[in-house]
């Protein structure tokens, strides 16, 4: 089949796909509660005659579709989960939860590519197989949540490509891609570094009494403040090309005004270029923040988890993407940032794919307002949900075209950071901490545990 004939069949699915947006952006759900849009997008998928596979104790699902002719396996993945934006139109007025990053968008083009998919004489002259996945959590927008679901067993990962690929989900796969909405200066745009990060909680606990008796109490929230002001001060060591960021917030910080408050929550994040230099600042985040709490008497419980990787996007694939975007929308407006100096500064457990199986994240476009702000809206849907299935289709296309000879040229010399998923996993788990860092001895000693 032409590529015009293609993009014709795409272009009818227009009303699936904005349908499913709206679905979405009226049923916001945060990471691994996303039930309602895999419930919505699994019937769809179902009625355009796919069968699924269900992960079933958490949401997201994927489905198979198979040439008849031999080949590599291409993963299409979709996004589901939305933020915590409080205020956003779109907002649910219970959880707060809202698509402030335009993943009901992603979906929605990966549904019009499935319909698409489905077309007759679509798959001719093209071999391998495809599978496409609803994957969830792919934000950090409710850490408690993913805790808690990590503490009861149901999921060892926050990101929901993390624990796909734990589960097995993504066996057999051997090249992935998927299109995150934009709205940057370019159409397409795929940048080919981007930050790693380390997720941290630290539990301060001081002593309750009554706010104008001070003494008698421990007060949390200063062993808080004081760690937030040694974090700070560690700014000036971070070096400009590790992009180190670190942001906490207070998520709990007292009850009430008349109370010295006995236990703060902190959340924070360490992202950076590589994760060593994430690795080396974490440590200090973790001193900094047992410095707060020894100094005023405090306690404070240390959580570590394995955020995502550093992007380490295969080039070979990058290549083909951008030129197969640029079919669509002119080679100046479909563009490669290999430029370290202007990496990508946010993360993705897209990064955590590429370090096992060649991989891609593309920006595409129709965003318009700040991502994970009240104003972030879809401002034009041909390019956010059309744009971006008919990319989706024409890379699967120039990979699986001529006998599957692009992808298998990707795969004959892919470099992958980790060769065996099994140290993949393990290099994830070795970040885990869990230690009460400041403790009191009834013989007065205080013991440090970093
Ligand atoms: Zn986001
Ligand atoms: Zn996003």
Avoid at 308 to 331: E, H, I, Q, W
């Amino acid at each position: 089949m032409q590529d015009a004939k293609r993009l014709e069949i795409i272009d009818a699915e227009m009303p699936r796909m904005r349908a499913a947006f709206d679905f979405m952006l009226d049923h916001p759900e945060t990471g691994y509660h996303e039930w309602q849009a895999t419930a919505y997008l699994a019937a769809e998928y179902e009625r355009l005659g796919y069968t699924l596979t269900r992960a079933g104790d958490i949401p997201g699902f994927y489905t198979d579709l198979d040439t008849g002719r031999p080949g590599p396996k291409i993963l299409i993945l979709g996004e589901l989960d939305a933020l915590k934006v409080a205020g956003h139109p779109h907002e649910d007025p219970v959880t707060h939860a809202a698509h402030a990053c335009g993943h009901n968008a992603q979906s929605a083009a990966l549904l019009g590519l499935a319909a698409a998919l489905k077309a007759p004489g679509m798959l001719d002259g093209l071999s391998g197989s495809i599978r496409l996945c609803a994957v969830p959590s792919e934000e950090f927008a409710d850490i408690d949540a993913q805790e808690k679901l990590r503490a009861q067993g149901r999921i060892v990962y926050y990101g929901g490509k993390q624990e796909y690929l734990r589960r097995g989900y993504f066996d057999g796969c051997d090249v992935a891609y998927m299109i995150h909405t934009g709205g940057g200066r370019h159409r397409f745009q795929i940048n080919m570094h981007s930050n790693g990060c380390i997720l941290k909680t630290a539990t301060f606990t001081g002593k309750a009494t009554h706010a104008a008796s001070p003494r008698f109490g421990i007060n949390a929230l200063d062993a808080a403040t004081l760690a937030m002001n040694g974090i700070n001060a560690l700014r000036p060591l971070f070096r400009d090309i590790d992009f180190l960021r670190t942001h906490p917030i207070l998520a709990e910080a007292g009850t009430a005004v008349n109370s010295v408050p006995a236990r703060v929550l902190m959340i924070n994040q360490v992202q950076g270029a590589s994760i060593e230099a994430c690795r080396a600042v974490n440590d200090a985040v973790n001193r900094a923040v047992a410095a707060g709490a020894l100094a005023m008497g405090a306690g404070v419980h240390l959580c570590d988890r394995p955020g995502y990787l550093p992007g380490s996007f295969n080039k070979k694939l990058a290549r083909l993407s951008m030129d197969a975007c640029a079919t669509l929308v002119g080679k100046e407006n479909a563009i490669i940032n290999d430029d370290p100096l202007r990496q990508e500064t946010g993360c993705t457990d897209m990064s955590d794919l590429s370090a096992v199986m060649p991989a891609v994240h593309i920006y595409g476009s129709g965003a318009a307002g700040a991502g994970h702000s009240v104003d972030y809206r879809i401002a034009d849907f041909d390019c956010a949900l059309g744009e971006s299935a008919k990319a989706q289709l024409l890379i699967l296309c120039r990979l699986l075209e001529n006998g599957a000879a692009a992808a298998k040229d990707i795969l004959s010399d892919a470099p992958l950071v980790f060769a065996h998923r099994a140290d993949y996993f393990a290099y994830l788990d070795a970040l885990v901490k869990d230690v009460d860092a400041v403790t009191y001895g009834e013989d007065g000693r205080i013991s440090i545990c970093l």
